[in-house]
């Protein structure tokens, strides 16, 4: 059995700019497709079959500054700000990944350590509200989740 190897890449806090969610390694000209097959498959590569790949992105549809943690809804956040080259294609090119062996881990923060959400966590919240952060949670991960993250 191989042991596996992670091969980690912040996504968001790899640039400075607010507007583009503090992402450089992405880009309109850089898409996820781009992304994983010259800078991902290039260190897949390098595991030379002795190590199983687990690859973790950090961070993968960016983060902005002012927040007190890293919010668990980041492609929701994405979604809102237009930035289709930050989200879209994540989910099926992760998928390629995870049906070729690699393991992916998709780090988007915890809800436990965002104060917006801790409240849900202490059971504090009606879910049968009108509140629709439970909802938005839950479409936050499911990219994730739905590519095998």
């Known amino acids: 059995m191989k042991n596996n190897l992670v091969l980690r890449y912040p996504i968001g806090w790899t640039g400075s700019n607010p507007d583009l969610r503090n992402v450089r390694v992405l880009s309109p000209e850089i898409p996820w497709s781009k992304f994983i097959n010259d800078t991902v498959m290039r260190g ?3 595991l030379k079959g002795e190590f199983k790949p687990r690859i973790e992105f950090h961070n993968p ?5 002012k927040r007190p943690t890293m ?3 980041q492609y929701q956040d994405a979604v809102k700000a237009q930035l289709e080259w930050l ?3 994540f989910y099926s090119e992760c998928k390629k990944l995870i049906d070729n062996g690699a393991e992916v881990i998709s780090y988007i923060g915890s809800p436990s350590t965002d104060p917006y959400y801790k409240k849900y966590l202490a059971g504090l919240s009606d ?5 629709n952060s ?8 499911k990219v994730s ?3 095998g993250c």
């Open 44 to 46: 897949i590569d390098w």
């Open 127 to 131: 879910v049968n509200s009108q509140d």
């Open 145 to 147: 989740l739905n590519s």
């Open 61 to 65: 549809f960016g983060t902005v500054a």
């Open 71 to 73: 919010r668990c809804t």
């Open 87 to 89: 989200y879209e294609g």
């Open 134 to 141: 439970l909802v938005e949670l839950h479409e936050s991960h």
